[in-house]
């Protein structure tokens, strides 16, 4: 990524933050199934002839039933629903959206607040699953890589469907005083197996790795319009977190 603008860097239509949808706007299974197939039949579409692919609402099916499992608590569907908007956001910035977006649909798809293998293996089942609903090898490569990006979210420079994919999980990080309380509840919620001191411990190591990083965001809109109140919401809560804080 460089820091001159390229002409799809700042379209005229790129929606502003008021854009952004609010929880009340929500679509339910059935919108988000509609939005797997939309995705779905694009990314087949550019493979070699007619497209016989299977019908894609047992995967989206599948993909729903798992981001609704019992023990998510912020990895939720509105979770999903909310980076796939942000992705439309950020499309014009992506090279491959449609990648991005299947990529989205499958960045938390295995999710284990005990295990630290969540992201391998839901870039594995990416692996299985986008070949036997008709989409081509090179796409389910590039949806496999970025599923594993979001373990680093640190995508190398120039990585334009990785800077979209990341820059949209992490918008979280920019919500506002009662989005970002609601969003560190939920995460704590998620880890309620592990002890007060050792999750503090372990979450302000992480709001430390986050803080340290040169950018949270990589895109131009995510650089002038998240990054500021994310590193407040991230340094305040990492502040609360100390011995010290909130006394």
């Known amino acids: 990524m460089t820091d001159s603008p390229r002409p799809r860097d700042t379209p005229a239509d790129l929606p502003g933050p ?19 197939r939309e995705t779905l039949l694009a990314a087949r579409a550019g493979a070699s002839g007619p497209d016989t692919g299977p019908d894609p609402l047992p995967y989206a099916e599948n993909l729903l039933a798992r981001w609704a499992e019992p023990q998510r608590r912020y990895h939720t569907t509105a979770h999903l629903t909310a980076v796939l908007d942000r992705i439309d956001t950020l499309a014009p910035y992506a090279d491959d959206v449609h990648a991005v977006r299947l990529a989205a649909w499958f960045h938390d798809a295995v999710y284990r607040p005990d295990r630290t293998e969540n992201e391998e293996r839901s870039a594995a089942l990416a692996e299985r699953a986008l070949p036997e609903a008709g989409v081509g ?21 120039g990585d334009r469907d990785g800077e979209v994919l990341c820059d949209a999980d992490l918008a979280v990080l920019a919500g506002g005083p009662q989005e970002y309380a609601a969003y560190a509840a939920q995460v704590r919620e998620e880890y309620g197996f592990v002890p007060d001191e050792t999750f503090r411990a372990g979450r302000a190591a992480v709001l430390r790795q986050l803080l340290a990083l040169p950018r949270l965001f990589r ?6 319009e998240w990054e500021e109140r994310a590193r407040h919401n991230l340094a305040t809560e990492l502040e609360l977190l100390e011995p010290s804080g909130g006394r």
């Open 219 to 224: 895109t131009p809109y995510g650089a002038a």
């Open 18 to 36: 008021a854009d952004l949808p609010g929880p009340a706007d929500l679509p339910g299974p059935a919108d988000l199934a509609d939005r797997w």
């Open 137 to 157: 090898e090179a796409v389910t490569a590039e949806v496999a890589r970025l599923v594993r990006l979001t373990v680093t979210h640190d995508p190398a420079e």
